[in-house]
């Protein structure tokens, strides 16, 4: 885009097109005019090659590499998801933290981690236009629990089994040397439904605990083959709910637009 007409949106040029067009006829022999409008017809023409994010194609870019992983045309598809949610609150607290819990046991494949990647991603984003100051934690958990950095979550794997407690239980410490009550805290359990069967009555206590202290706690599952799931077996057995407690179940990579949809959604926000 040329500098000089940054300030015009599109009508305001096409109208100052039509213009210099008209004026060609009355004035010929003004080489500045034929000048201007080369330059017009340029903008326009270029302008018009940059192909604009479509709405309809927005559960599709959510999960896009070249977005998600290098950053392209990112700003452009963050402000088509703002525009597209139905319900999204003024600025809350100064202070809000975000803590992910990943489960990167063996059974967590390529795909589950980049739906992980992507979800939070996009999460991360809206929850930072709601607080001036963000702060992000990063558990990585299998049989045992690590603090890590975002890039060795999502990109680094263990071989063994699971034990959600064992990332619940790093959570729970995390909060508790927090002023929960003046600061946000939002917890992502992330996981594909694996558990060790005999952990799953302490995951829930700690699960339990946890929404006593932070202002809300998500389950994604990724789960794309249907596959029997221990943990939200013992979540429907220990009738666990709570009223800042969702889980959703992600099957495909456009489940990441829907849960987006739904997690800021009015009624789903503002929790009775």
Known sequence: MNKQFKCLNDEQLLEL????????????TDSSLNDNLVLYKNEI?????????????????????QVVMSGKRQEDVFKLLREDISFYPEMLKNNAKIIVAMDRSGSMGSWEKYMGRSIMLWIEKLLLTLYSNVEKNFIG??????????????????????ICSSGLA??????????????DTYVFLIGDGDNLSSDNDRSI?????????????????????????????GIKQNNFT??????YIVQTNEDVYSIIKSMFDKQKWIFS
């Open 170 to 183: 790093a959570v729970n410490e995390l909060i508790n040397n927090y002023d929960y009550e003046t600061v």
């Open 141 to 162: 958990y299998d049989t045992e629990a690590h603090h890590l950095d975002e890039e060795d979550l999502y990109s680094i794997g263990e071989t063994g089994g699971t």
């Open 17 to 28: 097109y039509a213009k210099t067009f008209g004026s060609l006829k009355f004035e010929s």
């Open 45 to 65: 023409i270029e302008r018009m090659n940059q192909t604009p994010v479509e709405a309809e194609k927005l559960r599709e870019l959510l999960t896009d590499v």
């Open 242 to 247: 709570a009223n800042n407690f969702r889980s």
């Open 205 to 233: 206590r700690i699960m339990k605990d946890i929404t006593r202290k932070a202002e809300r706690l998500y389950y994604f599952e990724m789960n794309n083959y249907v596959r029997f799931s221990t943990l939200a077996s």
